[in-house]
């Protein structure tokens, strides 16, 4: 049914329920004469007579009374539609299934969720920490928080944030070990390094802009990035943090920056999701609200 279609059909249900063309003109603030022929419009469309018209009354026959039940129902779920569909736009509901990388998720994600949360009460979460691929198209998640670009076709990626890296090491450890001042130095130092598949352990430095790769065997491996941390601050050697596992630590004196020379690529966090379901207002109030995240600039030197 066409719009002109539904327009004429839900005149002459007004003329069904309020018995007569002058009554529904009288509803819908126009000419008896415009009633009439509308249902006249739908009528010839149909094929088929929905009203018996006298001098005297109108009324409708056996077609018309089956029409307008099956009509009243369509109208209704019709209305019904257009209501969530306005509710969804004023405000992001249902279901919001989310991964994202465990330490990236706990230092920055988590709070965007909770502020999320007390915003929308209508809105339900379900959050995997997880530092495992999610693939949106053959997974159940709606979103995912990555740490780098993936350009898969049919995923929609923005960017929400940008994370400095340090080279890091605590006080005691470089009072006894000295700073880096270049990169062939780094392998002269106990390395402590992030559990990654790569076949190797390496880090990606720039040094008097120039970009290089430092291949490295490290002292300890660890799978989780605020226990790297914390070997890092207990003096067991140099690590590359991210800033929000670093920042504070680097504010107390508890970390210094062990490279002031070096610098590390910048790491880019984006929002994945399914391209069809961009428009949906519970994935763009996400996205708003990961934004917020900014980027986390290394200390100044």
């Not at 129902?73 to 969530?84: N, S």
């Not at 940008?162 to 001042?181: E, H, I, K, T």
């Not at 107390?252 to 966090?269: K, M, N, Q, T």
Request: glycine share 6%; proline share 4%.
């Amino acid at each position: 049914m066409n719009t002109m279609g539904l327009f004429e059909a839900e005149t002459f249900l007004m003329v069904a329920e309020c018995g007569g063309f002058g009554a529904a003109a009288r509803e819908l603030g126009v000419t008896q004469s415009t009633i009439s022929r509308r249902v006249s419009i739908l009528e010839g469309r149909l094929g088929v007579r929905l009203i018996e018209r006298t001098t005297r009354h109108v009324a409708l026959t056996d077609a018309g009374l089956s029409y307008a039940d099956e009509l009243r129902d369509i109208l209704l779920r019709l209305r019904q539609a257009d209501e969530r569909a306005q509710r969804r736009t004023a405000e992001p509901e249902g279901l919001l299934r989310i991964t994202m990388p465990t330490a990236f998720g706990r230092a920055c994600v988590v709070p965007c969720l909770a502020r999320l949360a007390t915003r929308y009460s209508r809105l339900r979460f379900e959050v995997d920490l997880s530092d495992r691929y999610a693939d949106l198209l053959e997974g159940n998640h709606d979103v995912a928080v990555r740490l780098a670009t993936t350009a898969q076709s049919g995923i929609s990626e923005q960017r929400i944030a940008s994370v400095a890296l340090c080279l890091c090491a605590s006080p005691a450890y470089l009072a006894l070990r000295g700073p880096v001042s270049e990169p062939a130095q780094i392998v002269d130092h106990d390395c402590l390094a992030l559990r990654t598949y790569a076949p190797r352990t390496s880090w990606h430095v720039i040094w008097q802009d120039r970009a290089a790769e430092v291949n490295f065997v490290p002292k300890m491996v660890v799978s989780d990035l605020f226990a790297l941390a914390d070997l890092c601050r207990a003096g067991l050697g140099v690590a590359v943090l991210p800033m929000y596992a670093a920042a504070s630590a680097l504010e107390d004196g508890s970390l210094i920056d062990a490279a002031p020379a070096l610098r590390f690529p910048d790491l880019d966090v984006f929002a994945a999701y399914a391209r069809d379901r961009e428009k949906l207002p519970k994935i763009a109030a996400l996205i708003e609200e990961l934004k917020q995240i900014g980027d986390l600039a290394a200390p100044s030197r």
